[in-house]
């Protein structure tokens, strides 16, 4: 698996049909909207390309999310947005048998989608239930975590919305679900037999199908676009899944670890923030004697030195070369954390 980028010779929005979007550092961060997220959004669906929007926070309800995708003047229903409660219960679902109980810990939202699967919501160990599932909401309190442990103790089987060790927010980079569910797996030994989340594909396939509604065949794999802005998340999602998947710099990801990247990792994209739906993207070639060209921009690496330089660290076509000759460098033997990686001013 070489995991290296690709070209389009058409916009990335008229070359996909569908584009499972992230939500959290990619079109919002809390409740603030990245800059030029909803603009280009709304030129990408004007082009063709349908708009899925894929979270694994577990907190908020739907409708709550599509408002405030709506006040940022997108043209949004609640349908499309695909939270991980919605498909954390629908997985619970699966597992047990109709009106199973099942101990909950998370925000309404995931409590309500998993009653409406035809399960019984409990709150505590004593309740016997027969499986646990935990997600993430601020107001989370140690009591809950420990009936969680409890019941996993006792048998019940252990489901996780996602397990995303941080999670952005409007002052910075706070603990997420996963932070929360390490807890209950130091106090049990018990890992979880499955997460809704994303690194795993289970989101993206969940969206296809809803997407596409009871009746009607999935869009095609190939013709979906994760986007993400965490490659331990996002992409290694679409890379499981067997998706393409395209990095933004408006989250968590930066030009560092972009270069550093193993193959499970690797998008078939890069671009600064969601503006590149409306660019074609540029073919990435690396050439011999530790070389990489994209578009007008170089990359160059001295082996015996152990230093990557590029053309100019503000263009992202640098980067692209940048990460082509790195990931090449790897593939065949290197280690490119001894390598002294540029700094980049995107």
């Known amino acids: 698996m070489t995991g290296m980028l690709k070209s389009t010779d058409k916009p990335i929005a008229e070359a996909y049909r569908l584009a499972l979007l992230d939500l959290d550092g990619v079109v919002y961060r809390g409740k603030n909207p990245v800059e030029h997220a909803a603009e280009s959004i709304r030129r990408a669906e004007a082009a063709g390309m349908a708009i ?8 908020r309800f739907q409708r709550v999310v599509a408002e405030q995708l709506r006040g940022f003047d997108l043209d949004v229903e609640p349908h499309q947005v695909i939270t991980s409660s919605v498909v954390a219960a629908r997985m619970v679902r699966r597992h047990v048998p109709a009106g199973s109980k099942v101990l909950v810990l998370g925000a309404e939202h995931l409590r309500e989608e998993v009653a409406r699967q035809g399960l019984t919501v409990v709150d505590g160990a004593a309740d016997a239930p027969v499986a646990a599932i935990q997600g993430w909401y601020p107001d989370m309190r140690w009591q809950e975590m420990a009936e969680v442990a409890f019941a996993v103790e006792h048998g019940a089987t252990y489901f996780v919305t996602n397990r995303d060790l941080t999670i952005p927010r409007e002052l910075g980079i ?24 994303k690194p795993e594909s289970a989101m993206y396939d969940e969206a296809r199908l809803l997407a596409a509604g009871d009746d009607s065949q999935p869009v095609a794999k190939d013709a979906c676009l994760a986007i993400g802005d965490r490659l331990d998340t996002d992409i290694e999602a679409g890379n499981r899944g067997g998706y393409d998947s395209l990095a933004v710099l408006t989250g968590v990801t930066n030009p560092h670890e972009l270069m550093l990247a193993p193959a499970h990792l690797r998008p078939t994209y890069i671009v600064k923030d969601l503006r590149g739906l409306l660019d074609a993207m540029p073919q990435v070639e690396v050439g011999p004697g530790g ?35 790195m990931w090449s460098y790897a593939d065949n033997g290197g280690d490119p954390t001894e390598v002294a990686l540029p700094d980049f001013t995107l």
């Open 174 to 197: 706070a603990p997420g679900c996963g932070s929360m569910i390490q807890a209950v797996i130091n106090a049990t030994g018990v890992e979880p037999v499955a997460s809704a989340g």
């Open 291 to 325: 070389t990489g060209h994209c578009g007008h921009a170089t990359a160059s690496l001295d082996a015996a030195d152990r230093m990557l330089s590029v053309s100019d660290p503000s263009d992202i076509d640098a980067l692209r070369a940048a990460c082509g000759l």
């Open 52 to 59: 899925e929007y894929t979270t694994n926070n577990s907190s």
